[in-house]
């Protein structure tokens, strides 16, 4: 595959199997991604040598997810100008609305793009990271647009059973 345009980070291993969805649907796109562990409190000199340096990497899009007090999405965004699409993690306690309203409430000049808590929300940052890189590649526009063409074909193929 060839060299990785979107970064995917998230506070604990724990968040992968949420942020797996990102994952997948930049594979079923075919788009290079890179997948990584960085903690905002548990290790911030490693979150800011990572947002300092997304850019020279070559990266063009950071998804990042957490749950909790998830401050790393914002941290990130302060560090660079690459596009910082959030994914609030569900959480144990709050089951993630603490983490979406951490990362939604961003105060005016540093932006997170803000997805749906859990699952579906790391499904459309994927997606939406797809659609961002898709303003610059035709093949990639065409694949989105196949993709939008499929879905909608499913639910025009939908039946419904059992109608009283
Ligand atoms: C956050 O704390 C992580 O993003 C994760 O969602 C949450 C719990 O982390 P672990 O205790 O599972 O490592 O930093």
Partial sequence: MSKPLVAIIMGSDSDWPVMKNAAQMLADFG????????????TPDLMFQFAESAATQGFQVIIAGAGGAAHLPGMVAAKTTLPVLGV????????????LLSIV??????????????????ANAGLF?????????AALAEKLAAFRKQQAEKVHAMELSEKP
Avoid: W
Wanted: proline content about 8%; hydrophobic content about 45%; cysteine-free.
């Fill in 31 to 42: 788009v290079a991604y890179e997948a990584s562990v960085v903690s905002a409190h548990r």
């Fill in 88 to 99: 609030p993690v569900p959480s144990k306690h709050l089951q993630g609305q603490d983490s």
């Fill in 105 to 122: 409430q961003m105060p005016k000049g540093i932006p997170v793009a803000t997805f749906a808590i859990g699952d579906a929300g790391a």
């Fill in 129 to 137: 990271a797809v659609a961002m890189l898709a303003n610059q590649d």
